[in-house]
C-alpha cells in the first residue's frame, strides 16, 4: 500500500498494469513485455508496480488512481500470482544458490523454484544440474502447474556477460541463455495466465 502512495499512475503505467492483470487472468494482454526507457525512466519502478499489483496482497481501491486501473479491466478479481524475480546483477553464476529443499544452478532452475518450490524445481532439475536449457514444452508444463505465472527479469546482459567466454560454471554457459530465452518466451506466449515482462 505504502509502494502505491507514492507513484503518479502515468498512461504508460497504467496500461502495464492493465496488461498484466489481463494476461494474468487470462483475458488477453500481451505475453511477453520488453521495457525500454533510458536510465532512470521508471523500469524498475514499473516491475515493482506489477509486482506489487500481481501477489494478491492488495486491492485496486488501495492503489491512488486504482478506479482507472479497474475502468478498463472490469469485473474481473486482481490475480495472485506465483512470481519468479530473476536479477542479473543479484545472482552469481559460479556458485549454486542452496534453498531448504533443494540446490538451483541456472536462471532456469531459479525460475522455477521461485515460481513453484521444490515441486516446480523437480520438473527442471536435470537441466539446471547439466547446464542446459529446458525445451519449451517442459517450461510449458511448468507454467501451467503454477500459474499464474509473472516472471520479471531484469539484467539479464550483465548476467550472461559473466558466463561469456568460461568454461565449467554451475549455471551453464553463455551459449544456454539465449536458448532458455526463446524456449522461455514460446511457454509464456502458450501459456494463458503468464507474463515475462
Known sequence: KEFFRRP????????????GIRR????????????????????????????????????????????????????????EANIAVLVGTALD????????DATVHTLWGEMAYQLGGAEGYEMVEQADRNGVSPGSNTLKDLL?????????????VAYARNLYGVDRLPAGSFDSIMPFMQSLTEAVKASEESMML
Open 24 to 79: 494474468l487472468v487470462a483475458q488477453g494482454g500481451d505475453p511477453v513485455v520488453q521495457l525500454q526507457t533510458a536510465f532512470g525512466g521508471g523500469k524498475t519502478h514499473s516491475m515493482l508496480a506489477l509486482y506489487h499489483l500481481a501477489g494478491g496482497q492488495i486491492q485496486l481501491g488501495d492503489i491512488v488512481g486504482g478506479e482507472r486501473i479497474a475502468e478498463q479491466i472490469g469485473e474481473v478479481d486482481l490475480p
Open 144 to 156: 501451467f502447474q503454477c500459474g499464474p505465472c509473472l516472471i520479471i527479469i531484469d539484467e539479464l
Open 93 to 100: 553464476p559460479s556458485k549454486p544458490r542452496e534453498y531448504p
Open 8 to 19: 503518479y499512475l502515468t498512461e504508460g503505467l497504467l496500461s502495464l498494469l492493465v496488461t
